[in-house]
């Protein structure tokens, strides 16, 4: 079987489909795309979490498009590494495969699924949504975002020298 995909799409390519995807999809459904909140949707499920005023509301009526949407990005990441070939980019990183890679994968995850809650959202769902709708706090998270990953880049390249790989 030939690979449709041999390599990521172009940023000129991937940007607009994904900007026009988040008014369509508010137009067609009355819904913004967002995976953070789907984290709380599925703690909200696990025996015992109702006892937390967090998690008192129902989960099916209100969280369960958020749960499908995440399943969707799943399995299409998942037919993408394994049908089509990854596009050329590896699921895991050699040094990632390693009993310290996947325990500093399992943490990183974990601060990052904290800091999402915490900012009431994640990068994209500012960027992406937030700005889309003219968010201030949205376009100030975002302003944010991009100079701390400046900030991390310059701190790397200090500390380690060379690019950031």
């Known amino acids: 079987m ?8 172009p ?6 489909l994904l900007g ?3 008014p369509a999809m508010l137009l067609l459904t009355g819904r913004e795309p ?6 709380r949707h599925l703690c ?16 099916w009526k209100d969280g369960l498009w958020q749960i499908l949407f995440v399943i969707g990005i799943l399995l299409g990441g998942t037919l993408v590494q394994f049908v089509l070939g990854g596009a050329g980019v590896p699921l895991f990183l050699p040094e990632n495969l390693t009993a310290a890679g996947l325990a500093l994968l399992f ?4 601060l990052v699924g904290f800091g999402t809650r915490y900012a009431d959202g994640c990068t994209s769902g500012h960027t992406i949504s937030g700005i889309s709708n003219l968010s201030l706090p ?3 998270a975002s302003a944010c975002f991009v100079a701390g990953g400046v900030l991390a880049s310059l701190v790397h390249r200090f500390v380690f020298g060379g690019l950031v790989p």
């Not at 940023?11 to 607009?16: D, E, H, M, N």
């Not at 967002?34 to 984290?39: A, I, L, M, T």
Request: cysteine-free; overall charge negative; glycine content about 10%.
């Open 44 to 59: 909200a499920v696990v025996p015992g979490a109702k006892a937390l005023d967090y998690f008192k509301y129902d989960v």
């Open 20 to 22: 026009l995807f988040v």
């Open 138 to 140: 949205s376009l100030i």
């Open 11 to 16: 940023w000129y390519i991937a940007g607009p």
């Open 107 to 110: 943490v990183g995850g974990l």
């Open 34 to 39: 967002g995976v953070s909140s789907s984290f």
């Open 2 to 9: 030939e690979t449709a995909i041999t390599d990521p799409l």
